[in-house]
């Protein structure tokens, strides 16, 4: 079975640093997908982690740990146009030769002057 | 450009009607996607493809039917066996995911298409 957990909103201050933690619980594991959804609009890819440790690009990074099912998603220099939900999705084998991504419930950041 | 195109970008059903929605994409990608996204509430797969004339049921595909007769192309038709069918529609595609470094085959999304009853 697949399960993700993440805050469902979060708060912060322009300029600011946030962090969007992700618990998982993923049979077949491969990899954890980090996207942004703006409201009414299609998620875009953040981020993508296949090894532990921390990715970074730009203000943005992600970090995995295998071992503990856990991610997270650092924003730096926060600006208004951060706000938006950020969907954590955990990317899996799910038999026959398929994979499928399975996503949380979004965090809806929301970024106050 | 390259990207996913989804139409409408509204759509109105009417009780026992079914109603297709469109997703083209001009990406190259072999696998197409199906989710639908409630508010307050996470994608949920719906059907998936990961080549012509071939697809898989996701987590929710009751009331739902695809079809994958082009690359390009994987329309979704919500007949009037699903009963709950207001929701915001996402199209997705990839390069075939695979596993370990190196796989990252992001899913690009459509803009979506609203679904509502009349």
């Known amino acids: 079975g697949q399960n993700i957990d993440q805050p469902t909103e979060m708060t912060a201050t322009e300029g600011a640093i946030v962090q969007i933690n992700c618990t998982y619980q993923t049979s077949g594991f491969n990899g954890l997908f980090w996207y942004q959804q703006h409201a009414g609009e299609a998620p875009t890819f953040l981020s993508y982690n296949v090894l532990d440790g921390l990715e970074e690009k730009g203000r943005f990074s992600s970090f995995l740990s295998r071992s503990k099912g856990y991610s997270y998603l650092l924003l730096k220099e926060l600006q208004m146009k951060d706000s938006a939900s950020y969907l954590c999705?955990?990317?899996?084998?799910?038999?026959?030769?398929?994979?499928?991504?399975?996503f949380g419930k979004g965090t809806k950041l929301s970024v106050i002057p | 450009d390259g990207g996913i195109t989804q139409s409408p970008k509204y759509l109105f059903r009417k009780e026992g009607q079914n109603v297709t929605l469109s997703c083209e994409q001009n990406?190259?990608?072999?696998?197409m996607y199906w989710y639908r996204q409630d508010p307050g509430q996470g994608l949920r797969l719906i059907y998936y493809?990961?080549?012509?004339?071939?697809?898989q049921k996701g987590d929710i595909a009751e009331g739902y039917s695809v079809s994958r007769e082009k690359k390009e192309s994987f329309p979704l038709t919500v007949t009037s066996a699903q009963k709950n069918p207001t929701a915001f529609y996402l199209c997705a595609s990839s390069h075939t995911p695979g596993q370990g470094v190196g796989t990252n085959q992001p899913q690009h999304f459509g803009d979506g298409t609203r679904l509502s009853i009349l």
């Open positions: 990406l190259n990608h072999d696998a």
């Open positions: 493809s990961q080549i012509v004339n071939d697809f």
């Open positions: 999705a955990s990317h899996a084998y799910s038999g026959a030769g398929s994979y499928q991504l399975t």
